[in-house]
């Protein structure tokens, strides 16, 4: 057992509380149908399209992070949890999915599968952000993931798959899908160049963290917040025009696609991502009305190298993936409202020890045939069960007091018109069956 901190060990269990750590949150029960609505949407799209889920570790060995994500970024450089494990192995709860992909790739040797690999996750990430609104240290990503092929009209097949999801969330008028291409090696190091020349007469007018950045990543100065670098940058270099032949060739490829599929983008020659690994297409998802400063609530690109930097055989590849948290919060703020699937459509009360009994193997009963039914078996009072039924407005109320015990019977009741029939205890599910079947 690793030490505790002296003040950590007397300092909450005496006070009589425990509180979440800041940046953490808990799904209660009524937010849990938005989470479940987004899983069902990414799993059943990602059926029709062919992915195959992954589940993949929380932890991970560190270096697999500063590798691919780049030592350089605010991920590796500030935000990850990482600890040294008993074995003196250092180790990170995952801060993205893409870097554990790449290495499943390699480690399953899925270069000899049928190329394409088309992979899909819904997994909850870790960064030690400052946590404000729509910024958490724990959050939900899902995302898909094409691995093997470099062809133009997967990065386009990629977007639209984005775009439906948002679309089907009925969620597509109120983002913008965000385009842009970060080119090869070869000709960002040329625009690199070309943009520091461009910045370093006017370093002076740039915020103190662009001034770093010019050091260690001069792209990020492109998608600084600040005014005052905004301003600089109007007139700055566009990576767009710095394309090598083969860049630009792919780049017009992709939005030609996307011009056929009828996919609506805007072409964002600002857009950078802020990982190492990405390379040529690059996307986000933005909400059109921006709230605070978290705006992305997906983004993506292509990683052809990155396979090859964690030691396997050179793979294209190309991936987005969402935040769930994010998006709940737009649905929520457009007043769209999952539907409630699988609600109680009948509710069994009960009144006395002996009907009690009979309650709790007639519900095992109802489950077995796959019919809900609500009840609460720690109240003995009918009024409060009949009004718990009514609240959940379920049709029919079964009821079992103690004179249908005797007479091995049992009252249905038409919640509607209040119409109560009696049948046969035995017969109670058949009965049910009958009348839901009818309507
Ligand atoms: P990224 O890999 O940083 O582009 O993240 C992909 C998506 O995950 C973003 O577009 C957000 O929707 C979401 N996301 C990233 N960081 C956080 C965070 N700290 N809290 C909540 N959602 C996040």
Redesign the pocket.
């Known amino acids: 057992m690793p030490k505790i901190k002296k003040e950590e060990k007397k300092k909450k269990p005496e006070e009589g509380r425990f509180q979440l750590l800041r940046g953490f949150r808990d799904v209660l029960p009524p937010e849990e149908k938005f989470f479940l609505l987004l899983e069902k949407k990414v799993s059943n799209l990602a059926k029709d399209y062919g992915f195959g889920r992954i589940r993949l570790p929380i932890l991970e060995e560190a270096v697999l992070f500063a590798r691919s994500v780049g030592k350089d970024t605010d991920i590796v450089e500030k935000e990850m949890f990482t600890f040294v494990d008993q074995n003196e192995t250092t180790v990170t709860l995952r801060p ?1 999915a893409t870097a554990s992909i790449a290495r499943a790739y390699i480690e399953h040797g899925m270069l000899n599968w049928p190329q394409p690999v088309k992979l899909f996750y819904i997994e909850p990430m870790f ?1 030690r ?1 400052k946590p404000q609104s ?3 240290r724990q ?1 939900y ?1 899902f995302g898909f993931e094409f691995l093997g092929t470099a062809e133009p009209v997967i990065d386009a097949q990629l977007i639209s798959i984005a775009n439906k999801i948002f679309s089907e969330l009925n969620l597509r008028e109120s983002v913008s899908i965000e385009v842009n291409s970060l080119g090869c090696k070869n000709c960002r190091e040329e625009y690199k160049q070309e943009l520091l020349n461009f910045l370093k007469p006017k370093k002076k007018l740039l915020c103190e963290d662009c001034k770093k950045r010019m050091q260690k990543n001069p792209l990020r100065v492109l998608d600084c917040k600040e005014p005052s670098c905004q301003a600089v940058l109007a007139d700055a270099p566009v990576l767009l025009d710095w394309l090598c032949d083969e860049c630009k060739d792919h780049f017009m490829k992709v939005l030609e696609f996307l011009d056929q599929l009828e996919i609506i983008y805007n072409l964002n020659p600002r857009l950078i ?2 990982l190492d690994y990405y390379n040529k297409t690059v996307f ?1 998802i933005w909400p059109t009305e921006k709230t605070g400063s978290q705006t ?4 993506g690109g292509r990683y052809d190298s990155l396979i090859e930097t964690l030691g396997g055989r050179a793979t294209p590849a190309i991936g987005f ?3 769930v ?2 998006i709940i919060s737009l649905l929520k703020q457009k007043g769209i409202e999952p539907r409630e699937t699988g609600q109680a459509k009948v509710y069994l009360a009960q009144i006395g020890v002996q009907a009690k009994t009979k309650a709790i193997k007639l519900l095992e009963k109802f489950h077995n045939e796959g019919i809900i039914v609500a009840e609460n078996l720690s109240k003995d009072n009918l009024k409060a069960q009949l009004e718990q039924a009514n609240r959940l407005k379920v049709r029919y109320t079964l009821i079992l007091g103690q004179k249908e015990v005797l007479d091995g019977t049992i009252l249905i009741r038409e919640m509607e018109g209040g119409v109560q029939e009696i049948v046969d205890y035995e017969k109670a599910v058949q009965e049910i069956k009958k009348k839901l079947s009818k309507t």
Request: hydrophobic share 20%; proline share 0%; glycine share 24%.
């Open positions: 993205e960064r952000e729509g910024r958490y959050f990503q991502r802020g986000e992305a609530l997906a983004g993936s969402g935040g948290e994010r």
